[in-house]
């Protein structure tokens, strides 16, 4: 690949939890490999971002829980019930508001070291209407396509936003909670630009290709091709969290 190619990536890389980020250093350092100057599009939708807040938002959390679990189909007393616990759940937290300001940081940190990120982005709107310069984007991989997540299916991550001319692809992508029939329309509308598809699942394969109409590919985790001695280049002094 020529030096000159320039690539953006999309993922959940500002989760705190190991392989989400690990994941996300493993695809951008296999892309900077074969000699692509390489971004990861700092994109954090404040709904899904205050997850990680010091004080999570007990509202949000319940509307976003709730977005999700209807998204699913999930009946709407259970989505309600699921939406109260979320709340719960988020006011638990706060006892635990320097801890989780730790480890924000620290997360935040090694996300700046090891993941080149672009300017920051809140909503798909912003993204849209400054999208990162690249002549390559990537979706890829984790669950970005889960609506249960994502509180229904995020065009950001079906990269629905920067010029015509961008080549688009979706790399190893995992949603093995997808119900692909229910989402039958929004796929073949949303994924319409992307180039090439690959799946981390292959139990997902068949059933997202025949709705989608094109064949789709089942690739590793981008962590299976990162070589033990070369993990040791992006790993950092351990420091306890609590």
Partial sequence: MPESVTAAIINFHFAHNFGAVLQAVALRHQLESLGCSTQVI?????????????????IISAIWRYRGAAA??????????????????????????????????QFRAYAREHLNLTQSYRSLASLR???PDADI????SDQIWNPGVTGGLDPAYFLCF??????????????????VGRFRDDLRRLSCRLAPISLREK???????????????????PTLFVEADEWLRFSDPVQPVS
Avoid: F, K, M
């Fill in 42 to 58: 700092d994109y954090r939708p404040r709904a899904h971002a205050q997850v990680y807040a010091p004080l999570p938002n007990p």
């Fill in 72 to 105: 699913v189909g999930a009946p709407p007393t259970t989505a309600v019930h699921l939406a109260a616990r979320h709340a719960a759940r988020a006011l638990s937290e706060w006892p635990q508001v320097n801890r989780r300001r730790r480890r924000l940081r």
């Fill in 129 to 131: 209407r400054d999208p």
């Fill in 137 to 140: 984007y990537i979706a890829g």
């Fill in 162 to 179: 920067g010029a015509e001319n961008v080549i688009r692809a979706a790399y190893a992508v995992s949603c093995p909670s997808l119900d």
């Fill in 203 to 221: 139990h997902s394969r068949l059933e997202l290709s025949a709705a989608l109409g094109r064949e789709i590919t089942v690739c590793p985790d």
